[in-house]
């Protein structure tokens, strides 16, 4: 399987930040990768995907970069809104594999 | 608009057996892949496996071979998921996804139900 390790697992962060989320898979997955943002007692909402696309809907300041095993989700200007949970995830091969997720908390 | 709304909390017996189901409307039923990812308490996602709703098709992560089955049923567009042999790590919150597919750029899950709490408990 697919190894996903995203770093860190945690942050603070004040509105108005610039926030970079890294991701890296064990092995190469092109650019096969997606990033989810979840909040609390919610289901995940794809953001990213194919790396460096954004989803329809999905403000301007998210934007993903990356190919082979590294790749960053950033966040230009931190808003209220995007206290939560983000999560990358590969589409390169089954099973499909996440990485255990990166808390942004303010 | 599209949308999957999934049966509610169940609390079940270990050895029991559960199925959730995931009611579909809003698209064509058969034309997107149902994924099912499940979620721990504080945890993160775990990918369980994905269905085909046109042909019934399946595949399953390893860790579930075996002991998950997923099903649909296409006249009242609901797929289901089956797991049997309970135990409390089965804890969780259990989600079903549309996944969509495009050339050159993989798949993404796209569409997400509100999930459904499974308690194992004795």
């Known amino acids: 399987d697919i190894q996903m390790t995203q770093s860190p697992s945690s942050l603070s962060a004040s509105v108005g930040d610039r926030v970079i989320i890294t991701c890296r898979a064990s092995?190469?997955?092109?650019?096969?990768l997606n990033w989810y943002q979840q909040k609390p007692g919610k289901a995940p909402n794809v953001l990213i995907y194919?790396?460096?696309s954004l989803q329809s809907g999905v403000p301007s300041r998210f934007s993903g970069s990356g190919s082979g095993t590294d790749f960053t989700l950033t966040i230009s200007s931190l808003q209220p809104e995007d206290f939560a949970t983000y999560y990358c995830q590969q589409s390169y091969t089954t099973p499909r594999t996440f990485g255990q997720g990166t808390k942004v908390e303010i | 608009q599209a949308q999957l709304v999934q049966s509610g909390a169940e609390v079940k017996k270990p050895g029991a057996s559960v199925r959730v189901s995931c009611k579909a409307s809003g698209y064509t039923f058969a034309n997107y892949d149902i994924n099912w990812v499940r979620q721990a308490t504080g945890q993160g996602l775990e990918w369980m496996g994905w269905?085909?709703?046109?042909?019934?098709?399946?595949g399953y992560a390893q860790k579930f071979q075996g002991r998950v089955t997923m099903t649909r049923d296409t006249s009242i567009t609901t797929a289901y998921m089956e797991m049997s042999s309970l135990t409390s790590e089965d804890t969780a919150v259990y989600y079903c996804?549309?996944?969509?597919?495009?050339?050159?750029?993989?798949?993404?899950?796209?569409?997400w139900g509100q999930g459904a709490p499974v308690t194992v408990s004795s």
């Open positions: 996804a549309t996944q969509i597919k495009q050339y050159r750029a993989g798949s993404w899950f796209d569409r």
């Open positions: 269905m085909n709703p046109n042909s019934g098709n399946t």
């Open positions: 194919a790396a460096s």
């Open positions: 092995q190469s997955i092109s650019i096969f």
